[in-house]
């Protein structure tokens, strides 16, 4: 395999650029000679023309170095053989490559100099027409002008690239917000609890037992659910030595309410019409809303019986909690940090296109109920 020192300076684009320059050039030296006038074509006018193509090749490294050799071989054609008058494609592309990588000074003092040289040069002893006088500076008024307009185009194509690129890294960042709320929300609180049911029952063996053994179950799963979020913050590419353990969903609310009936909190799970696989987004949004919705039943409403209902339906899928306690309700969004888990609720069911209800019930207790729309392909999944 060669070393980078053996390959050229420049691309294959800087070299097809350079060829269709010098093509159109040479097309253009020979379109506009008089065979009977003036103008002839020749061999020595074919080549220099030929020749002011190659320092294209170097535009991209040294552009207004290449513009002042585009410039030199041009006066040079032009004061050697009788040519016509012409503001060539290869004058174009190396003006237009010191527009796009040069500030504006340099980009103003290079139109001027490749306006007037062009003129002098082309005119040789005799003074020029005015159509012949003011075709150069035109054309390099158009030249630096597109210039400065795709430059202006591409600044705002990245600014507003960068803008989406922050915006995804916000989204992501409130995401993992909202799923270390409800790993830390729900399996600390567990794992309080547990902790001082196993201290208050210290005289029954058993009880501290089934207590210890759910307090670390929810430590593992809480352990689990935090190094895979960890695991999406890596910065490095390296593959993982074993697949991560895939989220949790519709159908683990089972385990759900078997840890929150350990936790101290009657719990019933009532399932509605056929059963069937969710997209593992719309799962994991059906658990982490009955996941939240269980642990503000534990931490306020008080002494309560929390009932949860999923029901299939043909178009949609609902979760339903509630609880017929009167200890209190969640903190709303505006209450500060307390609130981050409902904002995240709705945030979850809002990704989906869903709608969700919150608040006290007449007959008393507090009831989330989150309805999430199924598309076309997951109905009929």
């Not at 190659?54 to 009788?82: C, E, F, K, N, Q």
């Amino acid at each position: 395999m060669p070393s980078s020192s053996d390959e050229p300076p420049w691309s294959r684009n800087d070299a097809l650029v350079t060829a269709g320059a010098c093509a159109l050039n040479l097309l253009s030296y020979v379109f506009f000679t008089d065979p009977g006038g003036r103008h002839q074509v020749s061999v020595p006018g074919f080549l220099l023309v030929a020749l002011a193509a190659v320092p294209l090749l170097a535009r991209r490294s040294h552009p207004v170095a290449v513009l002042a050799a585009v410039l030199a071989l041009d006066a040079t054609a032009a004061l050697a053989l009788p040519l016509p008058s012409h503001f060539g494609a290869v004058l174009v592309v190396a003006l237009y490559s010191v527009a796009r990588a040069c500030p504006g000074r340099v980009t103003a003092v290079a139109a001027v100099a490749t306006a007037a040289l062009t003129v002098l040069s082309q005119s040789s002893d005799r003074i020029p027409p005015w159509r012949e006088a003011v075709g150069p500076p035109l054309s390099v008024l158009i030249v630096v002008g597109a210039a400065l307009a795709v430059t202006r185009w591409q600044r705002e194509v990245e600014a507003n690239r960068r803008l989406l690129a922050d915006r995804a890294v916000a989204d992501e960042r409130r995401r993992i917000a909202r799923e270390l709320h409800d790993i830390v929300a729900h399996h600390i609180t567990t794992m309080q609890l547990m902790a001082g049911g196993a201290r208050a029952n210290l005289a029954d063996p058993e009880v501290v037992r089934d207590a210890l053994v759910t307090l670390e179950s929810s430590g593992r799963l809480a352990l689990r659910e935090m190094r895979q979020l960890l695991d999406v913050l890596r910065a490095d590419d390296e593959p993982e030595a074993a697949p991560s353990l895939p989220q949790p969903g519709a159908d683990d609310l089972d385990r759900l309410v078997a840890e929150s009936r350990l936790a101290g909190l009657p719990t019933e799970l009532t399932v509605h019409g056929a059963v069937r696989p969710l997209p593992p987004t719309v799962g994991l949004t059906v658990f982490r809303i009955a996941q939240e919705a269980l642990t503000n039943t534990r931490k306020y409403a008080g002494a309560a019986r929390a009932s949860v209902w999923l029901t299939y339906r043909q178009d949609r899928i609902t979760v339903e909690v509630r609880d017929d306690g009167g200890g209190g309700s969640p903190p709303s969004e505006a209450a500060g940090p307390g609130g981050y888990g409902l904002i995240g609720m709705r945030e979850r069911v809002a990704l989906h296109g869903g709608t969700l209800t919150v608040g006290p019930q007449p007959e008393g207790g507090f009831a989330v109920l989150a309805e999430l729309p199924l598309t076309t392909e997951e109905v009929h999944r």
